[in-house]
């Protein structure tokens, strides 16, 4: 069975930071792209980046206007992926998901970002 | 980036019947070398992740339900529910995976009449 499970998120102050996990089972994690994609309360899904497999050089892409702040990684030993997330701001308050190929999906971790 | 939009934003249709919601790409996302078109449909129920129904526009994921359909190519799209039942009130999304970003229209509600 394949799960996803992510962790890290929680109250930050505007400005601060956070590095959020996704820990992979029941896949080949080494052939597996995941994605990043957050949800704001109550409204729609926003794709925010994604990590490519170790055949494709672990290559890395995001949403234009979240590119610089936001950095994904990957361990192979751990079966994990992570969401590294800088200057931190309101706006990027949300449910933070992880996905297989956009296929299998985490329960999510949420993040707020207040003062 | 590919501007997806979907229509109605909601929709309220009986036990029983028909619902179509409809999803356009701002560019073809049909690829021309595999005939494929890069769109997928989710399903969100409160509280819940997204779960993958339909890829390659008209592929159901295994599982799901075949009055579940896809339909459309290049850049108009349709999802389908051939006869509506309770546990299929949600919001539905269409996202393309043709390029990067991989951009998602912004949900239809789903909800009984």
């Known amino acids: 069975e394949v799960q996803l499970v992510e962790s890290g998120g929680g109250l930050v102050q505007p400005g601060g930071s956070l590095k959020l996990s996704c820990a992979a089972s029941?896949?080949?994690?080494?052939?597996?792209?995941i994605h990043w994609v957050r949800q704001p309360s109550g409204k729609g899904l926003e794709w925010v980046g994604r990590?490519?497999?170790?055949?494709?050089?672990?290559?890395?892409e995001y949403a234009a206007s979240l590119k610089g702040r936001f950095v994904i990684s990957r361990d192979e030993s751990k079966n994990t992926a992570y969401l590294q997330v800088n200057s931190l701001k309101a706006e990027d308050s949300a449910m933070y998901y992880c996905?297989?190929?956009?296929?299998?999906w985490g329960q999510g971790t949420l993040v707020t970002v207040s003062s | 980036d590919i501007v997806m939009t979907q229509s109605p934003g909601s929709l309220a249709v009986s036990l029983g019947e028909r619902a179509t919601i409809n999803c356009k790409s701002s560019?073809?996302?049909?690829?021309?070398?595999?005939?494929?078109?890069?769109l997928a449909w989710y399903q969100q129920k409160p509280g819940q992740p997204p779960k993958l129904l339909i890829y390659w526009s008209s592929t159901r994921e295994s599982g799901v339900p075949d009055r579940f359909s896809g339909g459309g190519s290049g850049t108009d799209f349709t999802l389908t529910i051939s006869s509506l039942q309770a546990e299929d009130v949600a919001v539905y999304y269409c996202?393309?995976?043709?390029?990067?970003?991989?951009?998602f229209g912004q949900g239809t509600k789903l909800e009984i009449k």
């Open positions: 996905t297989h190929n956009l296929t299998n």
């Open positions: 996202q393309q995976y043709y390029g990067t970003p991989y951009t």
């Open positions: 990590i490519r497999s170790k055949a494709k050089n672990y290559a890395t």
């Open positions: 560019q073809s996302i049909l690829y021309s070398s595999n005939n494929k078109n890069y």
């Open positions: 029941g896949i080949t994690f080494s052939d597996s792209a």
